[in-house]
C-alpha cells in the first residue's frame, strides 16, 4: 500500500512537504502543490485519517447544521461547503433540525455526543443554550447567511440588498408593492424591514397589509401567501402593480397563482426574488432577483472554519464578520408600470 514517504521519494521531496499538501496547508509553491497532487491521484494513495486524528488530536469531522426542510439555496450552499470541506481533509456529519424547541434539544444533544472539530449552521436556531454550548465548549463554528454576535459569520447585507430591490420596483414606476415574507428568521425580519425602509424613503404610504408573513419560504407558502394578497385586494380600488418575494421559491409559488388568475407576469404584476437560485434563470419568465454570491459564501465559510480549526484565525469572541456583495440581477419578470 502506498504510503506517505512514497509519495515523498517520487516526488524528490520531504514527507512532511507532501504532508502540507494532503492536509490542505498553505507554504508550498504551487509547482510542487501540483506535482504532489498528480502522484496522489495517480498513485491512489489514501491519507491514513485515523493515523492522522492520533497524531493531531483531531476528528478531521464537521458537523453541519441544516433545517429539515431546507430550501434550494440551502441545498446549493452546503453542496458547496461540503466540497470545500472536503479539500482541507474533512469529512461532514449533517445535523437537521425542525422548526421546535424539541428538536432544537435533540440535535444540541446529538452535538454533544459528536468527537467534531467544528461547526458550521446554515440554519438559525433559536435555542439560547445553542449558541452557549458553541461558546463554552471553545468549539470552532460559523454561521452563513446570518450572524450570531460572538460567531464568525458570513452574509450578505439584507436590509440593504432588499431596499436595492424594492427600489428597482419603484424606478419602473410602481407604487402599490406588496411582500411575502417569513418572520421566524433573522433574514426575513431583515428582508421586510429593507422593504418597509425602501417604501418610507420613496415617501410611499404603508402598513402592515402590504405584506404577509408565511411560516416557510418554499413555493408552496409563496402560492398561500399570493392568494392571501389577493383575497385582502379583492375589494381594494386599485390592484398592486408588484411583488418583492423575500425568496426565489416564494416568487415561484406567487407566479404561479398569478398565472392560473389570468393575472399577467411581469404585464400585470412585476415580480422581484431574491437568493439567484439556479431555476431563477430557466423559469418563465426568468426571475429578476438578488444574486447572492453563492459559491464564494459556501468557500469562505469553509475556509473560516478550517482557519480556526487549526489555529490561524481569531479566537472565539472575535466575531470575524464577512459581509459580502451582492447584485440585482434584472431578468424578465418585472416591467415599467404603463
Known sequence: MVNIKDIARQAGMSPSTVSRVVNGKKHVNSEKREQILKLIEQTGYVPNKAARSMVLKRSFTVGIVIPDTFNMFQRQLFSIIERHLESFGYHTLFFFVKFDDQSEEHCLARLKAEHLDGVIMIHEVKNPLFYEYLSGAGLPAVTTTFHFPGLPAIHVNEEQASKDAVNHLISLGHRRIMMISGDGFTFGRQRAEGFFQALAEADISWNENRIVFVRHYTPEFGMYGMRELLLREAKAAERFTALFAATDELAIGAIRVLEDEGIRVPGDVSVVGF??????????????????????????????LHRQITGNHPAFGEPGEQILPYKLVIRESTRSRS
Do not use: F, N, S
Request: proline content about 7%; overall charge negative; charged content about 25%.
Open 275 to 304: 437568493d439567484d437560485i439556479d431555476i431563477a434563470k430557466y423559469m418563465t419568465p426568468r426571475l429578476t432577483t438578488i444574486c447572492q454570491p453563492l459559491t464564494e459564501i459556501g468557500e469562505k465559510t469553509a475556509q473560516a
